[in-house]
């Protein structure tokens, strides 16, 4: 994955990302809520060598107070130094625990050591801390002092006093938050990686190029009116999703650049993805363009085109196949454009069978000598091996993908099929792609906002076209 990869997991994601980075400061939040404050008194003490002789005896007792400064250090946490406080100020903690709450250092090269105390209560650490350093003091003279008698070459002065802290030393608000932040940012982005590997339905082109190089002929934009108004003519001009079906057109004339491809199969790999009325649109855009359109629906199993045009469903393609009426007498018009439907007609036993006819292959060749363009509405075709096998009668395929809907493994199969036959696969349509978002498809420009929807045409008496007349 290249860095746009990235970025598009994170626009995809920000929710999550959002949401774990929140929970983090949360607990951070909570953590300094709940955790009982402490204090921190510290106190500084010097080493000093009791020598007041030449300038090269000086120097090398300060030599010796730095070698000897990390044994001090060290002499801080020892029952020798602790039981005396423990004592002295009557705690009820061990010298173990009130080991764990003393905390003794020295900078390098220096000779001062510096402790510091903790405590729920800021009174305490103080008294603590003073009283640790008074007990460093007095052991570590006894300790220095000769076993010839005298006194200690060593001396230990507190330069620093404990005092009472006035804030408390924890918990820390700012880093607790800080912390939960950064942490919770972490996991959101790791959760929307994983969830981005593991998620394997087609979103984008991106994830379209990870199964196929076939030419992408259009993005279709999702609306949410489609479900009630699938139709062009049902929606604004200048909506995105109308001019997404005019790209699609576009984009179909340039991949059929020679005009050999005048029948176009449009299928998908599942149930759901849009196919049916992506070919009732694109019928009906062709048609908007001047095309004589001749739209077939067939879709033997589950037809869905006279439902979404308001024709007879029960006179059409199987009609025409079982040789019980003339398709001058099935198709019928639609609109104020060339356009002309062959509904399914009555549903067949053996829908796979009818279609790979020769009956079919003769009706399609009658079809493309009388109109510019015929589209052809098939069934999906991982479920049945309808479309596979009518596709051996067209010049062209063309699989419709629903993003967030269809699986990476289930369109190669799809795709598959069409190999297997030997299918001329002239590209794929995006459908149900977001308007905005990181998967979008970048219609912006156009708006659906300047106007209302333009009306449905009404399905009555149209004259049929001269050049309509399919001749026997």
């Not at 650490?125 to 003073?130: D, M, P, R, V």
């Not at 942490?183 to 998620?199: E, H």
Request: proline share 6%.
């Amino acid at each position: 994955m290249d860095l746009r990869d990235y970025f598009r997991i994170l626009r995809r994601n920000w929710i999550w990302i959002t949401t774990f980075a929140l929970v983090g400061v949360l607990f951070g939040g909570g953590a300094s809520i709940l955790v009982p404050p402490a204090y921190t008194s510290q106190t500084q003490l010097f080493v000093a060598i009791q020598n007041s002789g030449s300038v090269q005896e000086l120097q090398q007792g300060n030599t010796f107070s730095q070698a000897r400064v990390q044994s001090y250090v060290k002499t801080v946490s020892t029952p020798l130094v602790l039981q005396p406080v423990i004592e002295r100020l009557g705690l009820s903690s061990s010298t173990q625990e009130l080991a764990s709450r003393v905390q003794a250092s020295t900078d390098l090269d220096t000779v001062i050591i510096n402790i510091a105390v903790t405590d729920s209560s800021p009174v305490q650490a103080a008294a603590i801390a003073q009283a640790v350093a008074d007990s460093l003091v007095e052991a570590i003279d006894n300790l220095e002092q000769p076993t010839t008698g005298g006194s200690s070459p060593v001396k230990l002065s507190i330069v620093r006093p404990a005092e009472a802290p006035t804030s408390p030393s924890a918990p820390n608000t700012k880093l607790n938050l800080a912390l939960g932040l950064v942490i919770g940012l972490f996991l959101g982005a790791i959760v929307a990686i994983l969830r981005t590997l593991l998620d394997y339905r087609i979103r984008s082109e991106a994830d379209l190029r990870r199964v196929t190089d076939a030419p992408l002929l259009g993005g279709i934009t999702f609306d949410q009116d489609a479900t009630k108004n699938p139709l062009l003519t049902q929606v604004h001009g200048q909506s995105p999703r109308a001019e997404s079906f005019r790209q699609l057109r576009t984009n179909l004339q340039f991949a059929n650049v020679s005009g050999n491809a005048k029948t176009l199969l449009i299928t998908s790999s599942l149930p759901g993805e849009g196919k049916s009325t992506t070919a009732a649109n694109l019928a009906i855009s062709l048609a908007q363009a001047g095309q004589t359109v001749c739209l077939i629906d067939a879709d033997l199993r589950r037809p869905m085109v006279d439902d979404y045009l308001g024709l007879e469903r029960n006179a059409g393609l199987t009609t025409a196949l079982v040789g019980s009426a003339d398709i001058n007498e099935l198709l019928q018009p639609w609109g104020e454009d060339s356009l002309y439907v062959l509904t399914s007609g009555m549903i067949p036993p053996n829908p796979s069978e009818l279609l790979g006819s020769n009956e079919m292959k003769s009706l399609i060749k009658r079809l493309e000598e009388v109109f510019d363009s015929v589209v052809i509405d098939a069934p999906p075709l991982l479920p049945v091996t309808d479309a596979a096998v009518l596709s051996q009668h067209v010049s062209g395929v063309a699989v419709v993908v629903g993003t967030q809907k269809v699986k990476l493994q289930e369109l190669e199969r799809a795709l598959r099929s069409l190999e297997m036959v030997e299918a001329k696969l002239i590209g794929v349509v995006l459908n149900r792609i977001p308007a905005k978002g990181p998967d979008s498809y970048g219609y912006g420009y156009y708006s659906s906002s300047n106007g209302a929807a333009e009306a449905s045409p009404k399905n009555g008496e149209v004259r049929l076209h001269p050049r309509a007349d399919v001749s026997q």
